[in-house]
């Protein structure tokens, strides 16, 4: 693997992924949502992860779509490449943000992910050094949160690839990229996943 520096915060950048079509969030027959955008106790959901990545890396980069000029407030941000077309999903958010990235390291979270553990970025950190993998990713002993991500940029070019070929599925392609999980003993609500306005409403009842 090239730059072979640990992730330390002087190398990492934080990505903040919202360039999704948040296809459950929308309500039939209301006007379209982005979602990124959503008010939790009257604050963007984005607002809550940029919170949490800015005293983490050295810089924070959001992957949006839309509403370019709003997201620019936590971040320069990056579009998906249109060689991707317009349903490859989040990988190419991610992708796209790779293929610029400036720094050795990546620290991904989606923009609906409100409350992660406070370790998060040491742990993954820890865990990509200590088994020098090129990925490290969460989950908790119930279910895997692939997109909560500490991926190297030398995996630019497969994930590029990948895209290209068809595949969609994060976790298969992290797999193939020797990507490793890591188990979080989370309280219930960390790794809360605001996916559709029911979610939202119970999140903030009021």
Not at 8 to 35: M, Y
Not at 122 to 150: E, G, I, K, N, Y
Not at 176 to 201: H, K, M, W
Request: net charge negative; proline share 8%; glycine share 8%.
């Amino acid at each position: 693997m090239a730059d072979t520096a640990p992730p330390v915060l002087a190398n990492i950048t934080g990505l903040i992924l919202a360039g999704g079509q948040a296809s459950r969030f929308q309500r039939p027959g209301e006007p379209w949502v982005d979602k990124g955008l959503a008010l939790l106790k009257g604050r963007p959901l984005a607002s809550y992860v940029y919170d949490y990545l800015a005293p983490r890396v050295s810089q924070v980069w959001v992957s949006a779509n839309r509403n370019v000029e709003v997201y620019a407030a936590y971040g320069d941000v990056v579009a998906d490449d249109p060689v991707y077309g317009t349903d490859a999903g989040p990988l190419a958010g991610v992708s796209s943000a790779l293929a610029a990235l400036q720094t050795p390291w990546m620290l991904v979270l989606p923009a609906d992910t409100p409350c992660v553990p406070e370790q998060l970025a040491a742990v993954l950190a820890d865990a990509a050094t200590r088994h020098a993998v090129p990925l490290v990713s969460a989950r908790t002993p119930l279910q895997s949160f692939p997109l909560c991500m500490l991926v190297h940029r030398s995996l630019a070019a497969s994930l590029h690839a990948y895209l290209l070929g068809g595949d969609r599925k994060v976790r298969l392609w992290q797999q193939q990229a020797g990507g490793r999980e890591v188990c979080f003993d989370a309280e219930a609500y960390e790794f809360l996943n605001i996916n559709t306005p029911e979610s939202l409403a119970q999140a903030d009842p009021g």
